[in-house]
T-cell receptor, first 112, second 116 residues
């Protein structure tokens, strides 16, 4: 799986959009970008994933650059409950060995 | 609620002891994954079972073992416990093999193991 690079931490004011960047310059053509988050000591939670088109669901939007070397997770109206560690992960959609390799992620602080 | 159930939530034991952590996957999910999260190591993949068979091993110590039963629940056995084994242990499940499932893993709430 390709490696990802994320900022260690970020702050965002409550009610504003939180934009979390991720670099994955060695991504392969068959690898998807997945985002998970972990709220303090809880189990990681799937947020969204995409291949090359922008994706949106009820939790967030995912913007992937045209060259697919970077992406941004957008939480449109951040709340205090969005304070968590956010993990950007690159992996293939179907693979025999489909473990998730978690990096250190971005610790997002939502400020009241 | 992810639908993945882990028991117990907390476990306190002494060095040298053996414990068993249990995981019930989401209904119908054939794959079960175990992860360990300690303060200094982050989330680390331990082992993956698919429909009762071991599929992949990660950084799992020889003192640790796992199995998946015919009803698809899984157990992680930790023996000869050391202080450094204190961590959160997460189980995740996935339908795997179903393209519509999109390779998403659903995590349980974890078991917090404290070795004293």
């Amino acid at each position: 799986d390709a490696k990802t690079t994320q900022p260690t931490s970020m702050d965002c004011a409550e009610g504003r959009a939180a934009n979390l960047p991720c670099n994955h310059s060695t991504i392969s053509g068959n690898e998807y970008v997945y985002w998970y988050r972990q709220i303090h000591s809880q189990g990681p939670q799937y947020i969204i994933h995409g291949l090359k088109n922008n994706e949106t669901n009820e939790m967030a939007s995912l913007i992937i650059t045209e060259d697919r070397k970077s992406s941004t997770l957008i939480l449109p109206h951040a709340t205090l409950r969005d304070t968590a560690v956010y993990y950007c992960i690159v992996r293939v959609l179907m693979n025999r060995d489909d473990k998730i390799i978690f990096g250190k992620g971005t610790r997002l602080h939502i400020l009241p | 609620d992810s639908g993945v159930t882990q028991t117990p939530k907390h476990l306190i034991t002494a060095t040298g002891q053996r414990v068993t952590l249990r995981c019930s996957p989401r209904s119908g999910d054939l794959s079960v994954y175990w992860y360990q999260q300690s303060l200094d190591q982050g989330l680390q993949f331990l082992i993956h079972y698919y429909n009762g068979e071991e599929r992949a091993k990660g950084n799992i110590l020889e003192r640790f073992s796992a199995q998946q039963f015919p009803d698809l629940h899984s157990e992680l056995n930790l023996s000869s416990l050391e202080l450094g084994d204190s961590a959160l242990y997460f189980c995740a499940s996935s339908p795997r093999g179903d393209p519509l499932a999109k390779n998403i893993q659903y995590f349980g709430a974890g078991t917090r193991l404290s070795v004293l």
